[in-house]
């Protein structure tokens, strides 16, 4: 049981390997989009632009102000 989990877990590490990328046998790249100036490398294609993975926030609060009472803030009724 451990060998069969040691296996997969090199399989699956293997798996994101992203060394080398180029297109199989006869393909090409997919052509430049329309008005772009150049087709894009391999690289660029598979990183990520910041709207897919955006960067995260870590600013803390620097100034507290007390919330405005909500007039629909109410107690459930019977």
């Known amino acids: 049981m451990k060998r069969l989990i040691i296996m997969a877990a090199l399989a699956l590490a293997s798996c994101g390997s992203a060394n080398g990328l180029k297109p199989v046998g006869t393909a090409t790249l997919p052509p430049k989009a329309y008005g772009a100036t150049e087709t894009p490398t391999p690289v ?3 990183t990520p632009n910041s709207q897919a ?3 995260r926030s870590d600013e803390l609060l620097r100034s507290s102000d007390q919330r405005r009472g909500d007039q629909f803030d109410l107690p459930p009724t019977d």
């Open 53 to 55: 993975r955006p960067e």
């Open 44 to 46: 660029q294609l598979i």
